[in-house]
Structures are given as C-alpha cells and as structure tokens.
C-alpha cells in the first residue's frame, strides 16, 4: 500500500488509529461503526483487500491483504437492561469482561464458545462457534437480536433490533451470524441475556466412549433438562478416559430433583464438581480446543456421533474432541491435518450428509478448502450472489468455498 | 389474465385445481385481516411438489408474478394477490413426509395443518412448539414465511428457532435446499434467512422441523389484578427472578369480558383489569418450585388471586379463553384489526396506558390479550369497515400505537409480519440502507421480482443498492 494511501486512512482516523502488524502490514484500529465505514470505504475505492481481526485469539492473522483492521477498540458495553435482559455492545468487546459486566447485574450471557477469554463477541458471532451450552440454550444464532454491520463497499447496515421478538422485514441477522465475515463486518451487536440461574451444578462421568455415548442417549431418552451433555476426548479433558459432562441449571429443588434423576438413570458414576471446579473444568475445555492448529466443526446428530467420531478418527485421527452428545448433536475437533486428509474427509462426510466447517485453521488450509467447502443443491448460487451483494469488489479477504481443483 | 397462462396451469394440475371465475376466487380476496382486500387474476393449487415446481416454472416463463398462500390465516395482508398475479395455493401439499422420533425431526409438505403436526407426534411424547392462535387452521409453510409465534415461543422460540432444513423452490422454478437435518448449518445460515421472508424468496416445499419432548409436567396459573400497571409489573419481577415460563399471557378487562360473555367463558374474574396466564413447564420438582416463587411474586405484585391448575382439563379450561380470545372478540363488532407489536418488557406499563390514551382519543373498542413475556402486544381494535369514518379512525390509531412503541425502542411486528398491512412502517425502524440491503437481498433469491410483489419493503424508502447478475450454478456443487 502506498504512503499516499495510509495517509488517507491516517487522515480519516487519526495517527493513534494506524499501528503496523507483526509483518509490517498496516492495521487499522477503528474504534466506531463510522470509521470503520471510512475505512472499509477507502478499501472498496481502491481495491484493497482487508484482513478483519477481532482479538486476535482465534484465527491466526494471516489472510493476504492490503490492510488490516482490527475490531479490538470496539470494546464498550453500549447498554445493559436487566428488566429486559438485554445488552448492546461493540463487536470488539471480550468475552470474559462482558461476562464481568453482565455479572455485576445478575445476568449472563448464555453462551460459552471455544477459545480464550479475551476472545471477542464479534468472532463469536461471525464464526457462529457456540459451546457444549448450546444443548439448553440454542446455537448463536438464537442469542442475536441485532446488528451493526459494515458492508465491503462501507455502507452501514442495522438488522434487528432490541426486542426478543421482531420479525419486522427480512433477518438479515442470521446471515452475518456463522458468514465468517464474508458478508460484513460486525461492529455492533445486541444480544439476548438471562438471569443468573440460582443453582449451577457440574457433574461429570469418565470411562470408554461408547459407553458414555450410549449412556448419552439414555439420558436423552429419560428426557432429563440438562443445559449441557458435553462429550470430551481424553486428549481435551486432560484425563485418561472420555468424559461426559454435564451442567444442571435452575432452582435449587429443580436441580437437586434433576441430579437424583440423572443418577438414577446411569450405569456410570457422576462426580460433583465444586463451583470452583466446574468453573475451572470448563474454561480449560473451551481454552483446549486451541491446542491444535486447526478446530472442524461437523454437523452429527447423536444416533450418528460413535460412525462419525470413528470417520474423524480414522481419516485424522482422535484428537481434542468435543461433542454434543444430547439431542442437538454437533462435533467440535481439533488437531493437525493437511489438505488431503481435510478433503478426504469432507468427502466421507458428505456422502453422510454431514456438514463440515472449517472453524478454525492457516491461511493456507482456509484459502483451499474454504469454511464452508461446498454447498447443497442450488446454494452456491445464492451465496456468491449475496457476497457480490455484500462485498461487491472482493475487498473482504474470506475464503467460504474450497479452490475449485480442489472439490 | 392471459388465458394461455390459465390453460398452461390448467395443464399441469387438471382445470378442477384452477380457479378464475369470480364466485370461485372471492374466498381468496382476504386473508385474516380485514382492512385489504384483492382479487387474484387466477387460483391455482398445485397437489404435488412436482406439479408445484411446473407451475412456478410455468409463471417464470410467462413472466407472471405470483403469491403463495397457505391458509389464508394471515393477518398482514401477506397473501393477497392482485389481478395482474396468480395465487398459489398450497393446501393441498399437506402431507407429513416423515416423524423420526430418535432424531427429533419431522419433514412436512408446507400445507400442513400447524396442529396437525404435534396431534402425529404425539403418540412419541413429542411436539412442534411454535403455537400460533390460528394453529388449528394456519399451516406450517405459512408459518416458516411469517416467522410465526405463539404463547408457547416465549421459552422455546419462535418458528426460526425450530426449523432445520428447507427444500425451496425459488421463484425461476430452480430448487436449493437450504440448511442440513443434522446438528448444524451447511454453509451460510440461508435457513435463517428464509424464514420470515414472507414468500418473497420463494416456497418451502419441504420444511425438516426440530420436535422436542412433552413437558414432564406441566402448571397454568391464573391470577387477576386490579391494574394493568401491576399486572405488567409481575411480569417483569417474573422474568428478573430467572424463571422463563413456558407461556406468560396477558389479558385486559376489555378482553376478559369478551371472552366471559361468549361460548368459550374460562371462568376469568370479569372484575378485574387484567388478568395473567403463566404456564411452567419441565420437570415435577422444577415445575414445583417455580410455582411457589411466581405465586410469591404475583402476589407481592398486587394480584387479587392467584389460581393453579395441574390437570389437563382446567389448564385447557384456563387456556381456551385465552386461544379463542379472538374469536369471542367478534360478538363486539363484525371486524377485528389485530395488531401487533413488541416493546421491551420493562416498558409495558407505560406503553399499555399510552394505547389507552390512544382508544380514548379515537374512541374505539380496544381489548388487549398478548404474550406479555415476550413484550408482544395485540390491541386489537374491533370495528365496522363498513363506516368510513370508523375505518379511518381505526387506521390512525394503528399509526400512533405503532409509532408509540417504536419510540420506546420496540418493533412494528412481533409475529404477523409486514405484508401489505405494515409496509409504510418499516421506515420507522429500519434506515434506507438497511431497507436497501433487504431489497438487493431479496433480488438474490427472486431478481426479477415476481414473488409477492408490493410487500414487505416501501420500495421509495429503499436506498439503491446494485444488483449482481445470476449466475449458473457451478458444476462443482454438491447434493
């Protein structure tokens, strides 16, 4: 990029707003919805391709680029309504202070994805990576009330709102939420609260995979209201045998009644964990899910978990798994893998009918296999059409779909 | 209309399935709400998902604009259709493809029959949530295109929330199928998308819906206030206190009374000036509890009584009032506006009393009954279409009430959707660029613009946004 163009990205935010990455690459750091706008705007003008970065603690910064733009200034709490249970904030806003946020007013934000702490909302929202609380409380999707988002061209676009109800024109929400940012970068968002359960149990059963699968589904089948049912290979839960876990929320007589019932209906013992324990145990799963350079996320329901997990096992190989072992399934890996052995599995997968998402990974294996890979029938017409209308000139350096050579 | 396209129809489905002369069409001038009115050039209802697809490809060649219509339960004006389109009607496509109970889903044809849905999966202690008022007659292919709710939405979500995958037949006739039956999306969320899209991206002709368990038990409790204020009130003490009803309905005096006065009287004080529905659902002990914290909280609220039914026939008792609400309204006066409205929960108290001021200025006959939990408001302003004056007084106040909520930073529609009804409000809480993008979205699924035309976006309130040609699809592309 030529000096005269960083002076117009200089000029537009000012000195404090321009910082150089690691390799030289300047780095916009906008701390608002306009001057993300102007920048995004420069970017389409002159054809630049742009790098968004969120915190920088999810996927490596590495996407070719002219510039990059960071979201990490976006970081203020806009709003917080208790009576309402909702909260606005910027994208760049970490997860762990809103958590504090939020706690100060006996709220929380129901959602615990993958990664650390400092991880910020708006890769959450973007990548859609929902954690093992997605059993009780839905994918990220179903938290999103509204957004801010900044189109490749900079036009300034606000879905939603801030009612938990809202079906006024279309929901262009839940296309930004899961796009990867290929349709926009999110600068704002306005997410759906709960209030603070007033008992939180975590209780968690160690043994063979299948057995703890198949005692999955005996707890599914005996309908108990479990708020997670997270499965954990040995690698991930730092224990010599699979772990099942499970987080009970509620009223103390609900969760008490639920724990006698969960013990009842196991062949396995649970072991309680204290809340300093559980606490502990579930920020080091989600924490070790970035122990390998590249997280999938495959979509398997639980009568297919045991074929799909040996399908992962044997093309890659058994890696730090999590899995949803309730009733909204889904598989979370991460480890090392090439190119090959991603198609490879891709391929297998989708003779099953089984979705997978690269959620995570090098430039290199993004740029190749995309996030998304391919699509169903009649789809990639529709999403190239919908990048064209979001990223007319390409300036958003997303890769969702493999190299076609690749496929 | 073109009589060759009338015979190109009459091809595909047999001329029993095609509808022209006028007596024929008039049930299809009007969907559930009564302040618009269109003839539809022809009626078509297409009896299998192969005919569905030839007629749309049929309308494609001969460049005819088309609406798709479910029940006809709509309450945004939605599904009317002018005399320059076709009426698709899908009634016919009513069958359940499948109920797989181990994997908790359902495939239906998008003319079924909301209830009948839950009454097949049943006999396997599972339901389909969303629970519109109209459920005994809406479909659920209407459903997906309204974004539907239902009392029962405020824990479990709305129709979004539980659809999976989708085969669409987009408007050229082409079929994409959307989103995946296993436990998670297939690329960008296009499900989520397409749901509330309001037929204007094209017709479901295959909806995978999640189904979850029966509750293990279930409560309804009744309790009545002597002002609406409390009664909003509770309800916000409810929510704060971590509990999240399954269902959590209010009704005001207006409503009560008529429902008391007519065939479906579920035994509401008609004294009092609101009164409250709240349904716990989940396990005994949870359920147990809740119960004694709500009872606690009504009360210190101001609620006069507080009832609790466990047993199915007092909780369909307690219930029916409040599902056939709209129906008792209809002894008022021969029309019913049934708005619909959202603000956030903590300002019910003083949006309620400002829709007061509102009756008062207009002097109309307003009763409200809404999914309080949710902030989801239904003033429903009975009337006379017939006397002009009325219909216009009845138009103002829908104006004010909209604005009203709008300014206490709610939305213009909670579960009925924009349609024809709502379209010169969406400028009220959307800007140009959004309205914009919604329109270049739109152009995606359906560029030449043929499906629904005329609703959903005020198109001069739209900022331009250019348009991306169509492509064909890539040889690469995979089932």
Request: aromatic residues 4%.
């Amino acid at each position: 990029m030529s000096d005269s163009l960083l002076a117009q990205v200089r000029d537009a935010l000012g000195a404090d707003a321009i910082e150089r990455d690691p390799q030289g690459l300047p780095r916009a750091v906008p701390d608002s919805t306009d001057a993300v706008a102007q920048v995004v705007g420069l970017a389409h003008e002159h054809g630049w391709k742009l790098r968004v970065e969120g915190r920088g603690t999810w996927f490596p910064a590495d996407a070719p680029a002219d510039l990059a733009l960071s979201t990490r200034a976006l970081d203020a709490v806009e709003f917080v309504s208790p009576a309402d249970l909702v909260a606005g904030m910027k994208a760049g806003m970490p997860l762990e202070l809103l958590r504090r946020r939020l706690g100060d007013d006996g709220m929380w934000l129901a959602l615990d994805p993958p990664g650390r702490p400092e991880r910020s909302i708006g890769s959450v929202l973007a990548t859609a990576t929902a954690g093992p609380l997605r059993q009780g409380f839905g994918p990220v999707r179903d938290h999103v009330l509204g957004l801010t988002v900044v189109t490749g061209e900079g036009r300034v676009v606000r879905p939603g709102g801030r009612v938990v109800k809202n079906v006024a024109g279309f929901d262009l929400t839940k296309l930004q939420v899961g796009g990867f940012g290929a349709f926009g970068i999110i600068t704002e968002c306005t997410l759906r609260l709960r209030a603070v359960p007033r008992a939180d149990r975590t209780l968690i059963a160690r043994g063979p995979r299948d057995h703890l699968t198949s005692l999955a589904r005996a707890l599914t089948a005996a309908r108990l209201s479990l708020s997670t049912l997270e499965l954990f290979s040995p690698a991930i839960a730092a224990e010599s045998d699979w772990v099942l876990a499970v987080r009970l929320l509620g009223t103390d007589e609900g969760v008490l009644a639920e724990t006698g019932r969960l013990e009842a209906a196991s062949d396995l013992p649970w072991s309680p964990l204290s809340h300093e324990r559980a606490a502990s145990f579930w920020h080091l799963a989600a924490r070790a899910v970035l122990g390998g350079l590249v997280t999938l996320r495959l979509g398997a329901l639980q009568d297919g978990l045991d074929d799909t997990l040996d399908l992962v096992a044997g093309v890659l190989d058994e890696g730090l798994v999590t899995a949803g072992a309730g009733s909204t399934g889904g598989i979370r890996w991460s480890g090392e893998a090439n190119v090959a052995a991603l198609r490879s599995l891709r391929r297998s997968a989708a003779a099953r009918e089984i979705p997978v998402t690269l959620e995570r990974a090098p430039w290199d294996l993004r740029h190749a296999l995309g996030h998304f890979g391919a699509y169903r029938e009649g789809v990639s017409q529709l999403v190239g059409r919908l990048r064209g209308t979001f990223d007319p000139s390409g300036v958003l350096s997303v890769a969702l779909e493999a190299e076609p050579d690749g496929r | 209309m073109n009589a060759g396209v009338r015979e190109a129809l009459e091809r595909i489905v047999g001329p029993r399935w095609v509808r022209h002369r006028r007596a024929e069409l008039a049930t299809y001038t009007m969907d559930g709400l009564p302040t618009h009115e269109e003839w539809p050039g022809i009626v078509v209802l297409p009896g299998t998902r192969e005919e569905l697809i030839a007629v749309l490809r049929a309308l494609h060649a001969a460049e005819v604009p088309f609406v798709a219509r479910g029940a006809g339960t709509g309450l945004s004006g939605g599904a009317l259709a002018g005399e320059a389109m076709v009426l698709v009607t899908l009634t016919r496509l009513n069958r359940i493809l499948q109920v797989d109970p181990v994997r908790r889903r359902a495939v239906v044809e998008p003319g079924v029959v909301n209830a009948r849905l839950s009454d097949a999966t049943q006999p396997f202690g599972l339901q389909y949530v969303p629970d519109p008022s109209s459920q005994t007659a809406c479909t659920i292919g209407g459903n997906v295109a309204e974004n539907a709710g239902g009392p029962h939405c405020l824990k479990a979500g709305v129709t979004t929330n539980h659809i999976v995958e989708l085969e669409v037949i987009l408007p050229d006739g082409s079929l994409a199928r959307l989103g995946s039956a296993h436990g998670d999306q297939w690329g960008p969320d296009l499900v989520g998308l397409f749901v509330g899209s309001e037929g204007m991206f094209g017709i479901a002709c295959a909806i995978t819906v999640k189904l979850e368990p029966v509750p293990a038990a279930i409560r309804t409790l009744l309790a009545d206030f002597m002002s609406v204020r409390a009664a909003s009130e509770a309800v916000s003490a409810i929510i704060a206190a971590g509990v999240v009803p399954a269902a959590l309905e209010m009704m005001d005096r207006a409503c009560v009374q008529a429902v008391e006065s007519s065939i479906y009287a579920a035994g509401y004080p008609t004294d009092a000036a609101a009164v409250l529905l709240v349904e716990l659902d989940g396990q005994p002990e949870a359920v147990a509890s809740e119960d004694v914290l709500v009872q606690r909280l009504l009360l210190a609220a101001g609620a006069r009584h507080v009832r609790s039914a466990t047993e199915a026939g007092e909780r369909a008792r307690l219930w029916q009032g409040r599902k056939k609400a709209f129906g008792a309204m209809g002894r008022i006066a021969p029309d019913l506006a049934v708005q619909d409205a959202v603000v956030p929960r903590s300002t019910l108290p003083d949006i309620l009393e400002r829709i007061d001021a509102i009756r008062r200025h207009y002097d109309l006959y307003i009763s409200n009954v809404f999914h309080a939990g949710d902030g989801n408001l239904h003033p429903n302003i009975s009337f006379d279409r017939r006397d002009a004056d009325l219909a216009t007084r009845v138009k103002e106040a829908s104006r004010d009430i909209m604005a009203a909520c709008v300014a206490v930073g709610g939305s213009i529609t909670g579960e009925h959707g924009v349609g024809k009804d709502k379209m010169d409000y969406m400028p009220l809480i959307f800007d140009a660029e959004t309205l914009g993008a919604m329109q270049a979205v739109r152009r995606v699924f359906d560029p030449a613009e043929r499906a629904n035309p005329g609703k959903v976006l005020p198109v001069h309130a739209c900022r331009e946004w250019h348009c991306v040609p169509a492509t064909r699809e890539p040889l690469a592309a995979i089932r």
